[in-house]
């Protein structure tokens, strides 16, 4: 079959740099995404329809699609659940921190009934207490409202424990600072604010007890009436984060997430791109996980559970370890491919890898500038089981014997 000579002919303008990689007229260089290193690497004349706008098509495409989209759900159920555990832990501690305030207060109370604390002590104690909690209300107020992180450039975010934040710890942002309800900047309500404010109105609550409680049996009775309810209170927290552990052993178990550290990101479409301004390289991995202090890129694939990864897909995964390095400055020590829910191969990152890599970039540069690309396997199979074999030029097609 002859070859339409739009599929032969160049893409872009440009020309090879001295290291190897190809840039456009304007020296800028040619970018390469991941997923195009996938369809090259598994054949040219794949990765040359679809830069044509030759769709994908089949009952696989569309599973992988579905497949794709239901593991993103999940994953975004499982955060919200770390979420929900993470907050309802925090105000649970709080509050059993309220239910010790009260204790302490009920004991203060009988001591002074008792004469063993003078009441005047007693009283003066409580108004420092008034006096504490009104400044702490006030500085709470105020960093309400001032834009205060904006000012100090700080972001309330949990995604590293390490202050030297790179560009791509910046941007991952899963859901998972406790209280927080709006972006840095007016009226922006944090952690800090959360802790100051509780403390405020534990201060206040005994601070007034104490200096204005005449009838000290009844304040005592009162006091351990109020610490059984906010224990209640604070047990119906610690059900919440209960229950949303359960869910995320659920989901864990549910997608195969066990094994996959703490995933910190994960594409739904509108996600972060990662790109190498140097290589040109550029993609978003269905997921990136943290496993101890080494993000790595997780990409999940549909379809039949190969003996060992297939060539293209570990290409890919290799394209998103070094945009992870690249980014963060960190090299990751493995990516994760993940073939359905149960199996998953772990793909070494190492010097001869990334050399592996980038002579696939330069060679994708340099086709897309010169073109010729075409056909680069012999396997009838492998034509039959593509997903853009209508109107390939380059298909092998099986020919009976005569």
Sequence with gaps: ME?????????????????????DPEGKVLNVSASEIERYVYCP????????????????????????QRMHQMVVEKIEAQNAFTRNIVIWSWWFAVVLT????????????????????????????????LVWLILAIVLLILPWRKWFGWNEKL????????????????????????????????????????????????????TFAQNRSLATFALLVLALIWTLLATTRLQAALSANQRIKEKNKEGG?????????????????????????????????RIGNDLIPV?????????????SHRFQILAYLHLIESMTGS?????????????????????????NLFSVIKEIQQVTVQGGAKRDHNRLGKCESCSRKEGCPDRLEFIPNQ
């Design 299 to 311: 990409e999940l694939k549909t379809g039949k559970i190969p003996i060992k990864p297939h060539k």
């Design 331 to 355: 090299p990751p020590p493995f990516g994760f491919l993940r073939y359905g829910t149960e199996s998953v191969f772990s793909i070494d990152w190492n010097a001869k890898e990334k050399a």
């Design 3 to 23: 070859s339409p000579t739009n599929l032969r002919s160049p893409l872009k303008q440009g020309t090879e740099r001295s290291d190897g990689f190809w840039v």
């Design 159 to 210: 995604v590293t424990d390490s202050d030297d934040f790179s560009q791509i710890e910046n941007d991952l942002q899963p859901l998972i600072t406790p209280l927080k309800l709006g972006e840095k900047g007016w009226l922006t309500f944090g952690r800090l604010e959360a802790l100051i404010l509780f403390s405020a109105i534990a201060l206040s609550l005994h601070g007034i007890a104490l």
């Design 257 to 289: 997430l066990e094994e996959l550290g703490e995933i910190q990101y994960s594409d739904g479409g509108d996600s972060i791109l990662l790109e190498d301004l140097e290589t040109g390289l550029r993609g978003r991995p269905d997921q990136i996980t």
């Design 102 to 133: 009260l204790a302490a207060d009920t004991v203060a109370f009988y001591f002074v009934q008792d004469g063993l604390i003078d009441s005047e002590l007693a009283s003066m104690i409580g108004k420092y207490l008034v006096l504490l909690a």
């Design 45 to 68: 004349m794949s990765w040359r329809m679809e830069n044509e706008g030759i769709s994908a098509k089949g009952k696989e495409v569309d599973l992988g699609i579905e497949e794709h």
